[in-house]
């Protein structure tokens, strides 16, 4: 296992938290239950639908270094496209600065290549092998020096395919999929926090949870061998929007938040903001984000319809449909003979067919049941649930919180003089209260972070930090 640099106060002296603090949300880790695959026309993406994406990797506000590293992948033509499909990679390297660097940068360049370049049609078989490449390729590269010893990575890779969404990943980074107004964690945490978490909902015996919530279980590097878990396929929607962030991001903003920002700004806006906003709550660790749109289908093709999980239908044999007949005739004949006054006879005539009747249900067949498969193959496919679900509309409670939080960093700001566009900034803040009034949230939302990103691009020029710019949003025929 291995700890990552532990959350501590805030260097701009912000108080964190807000109506949330101390929120905790449920996690919901399901059975992973043998579901039949669905069919591949209902899960099809487009080559002609249009993808948005950008990305941010930001140091931080008290790190030297930036050991996170990030890959993507946009086909260039159909074929391409329906050979594999469009590839989105986050990776938080540890170990010291130069050690975590190396081993997420070989990762994000070695996934991809063998992405592109394994043999085969099982999306699924092929992106793990192309994680398994990586560690082994990490792995030797640590073994064979030893300042590199145990060098180690984590990493989540989103497969945007012909066939569906998948997802492989190990370590903590994590990939949400922001859908309407829900936002759902599609990755579970290799973390001890998680596992223990599982632990007692499988046993449902209590468990001490540690304090520390950043101890991975799982890494790229320091094994020979690696357990990686593949998710998918998804179904993918118009308009879906996926998100990749390293723990630098999850372990500072809150599910909710994630889905509102995502869901109401461009990906490069949803980029800087978030980046922003962990920055704003302690910006201890590296924070890496990756916001992918899906764009709408061309005017000719149908939606995809939405698959029903249904049970095999059962067929009752004809000596049971015949026996039941029967018994029913003979029930019907006791009820008439009854009300024509031969009591005795009725009531006989109905117990022997109330008694045919039981035993015909003690006999039928039993509906088919979709088993569970044995929990011994924690890396195997997880079709259609999400680990953790949260609601992720614009909300009063998201809106005042954010708009606190910017009150706060606005005096700081004030008060130590940074060269903030302060008319713009009022104008900013003057739209938000208004649309605040007016119980539009998510016109205030996008207003405040107007606000917040003129005052954080004001901090990092007052201190002379250069920050690295979101790689703007890329759109084209996918």
Known sequence: MSEKLDRTECPLGITPGGPFEGTRFELSVPSRASVARPALSVLRMRWEQKLQHATLSDVGLRRQNNEDSVASHVCGSEAEFERRGHLFLVADGMGGHAVGELASQMAAESIPHAWNKLPGDDIAQVLRESVVTANSLIHERGSSNRDFLRMGTTCT???????????AHVGDSRCYRIRRDRIDQLTFDHSLHWELQRQARETGMPVELPEHRNIITR?????????????????ILPGDIYLLCSDGLSGEVRDDEIGALAGELSPTQACRMLVHLANMRGGGDNCTVTVVRVGELP????????????????????PTLIAGGVALAVLALGVITMLMGQIVMGAVLSAISAAGLIVLMAKRPKPAVVESAPET????????????TAVSRPTQEIYE????????????????????????????IQASVQARLEQRYAKGLRDVSRAIDLLMNALYTARRTPRPAAVPERGGAA
């Open 157 to 167: 890779v989103l497969a945007l395919t012909a066939g569906g969404a998948y997802v």
């Open 299 to 318: 005017a000719n093709v149908p939606p995809p319809e939405l698959p029903i999980e249904s049970l095999p239908k059962q067929s009752v044999p004809a």
């Open 219 to 235: 890494s790229l590097g320091p094994e020979a061998e690696v357990q990686v878990d593949v998710e998918g396929p998804f179904l």
């Open 377 to 388: 193959d924690l890396s195997r496919t997880n079709l259609w649930r999400p680990y953790r």
């Open 401 to 428: 919180s954010l708009s606190n939080l910017e009150g706060q960093v606005a005096k700081v700001a004030r008060d130590e003089g940074w060269p903030v566009n302060w008319s713009q900034h009022t104008a900013a």
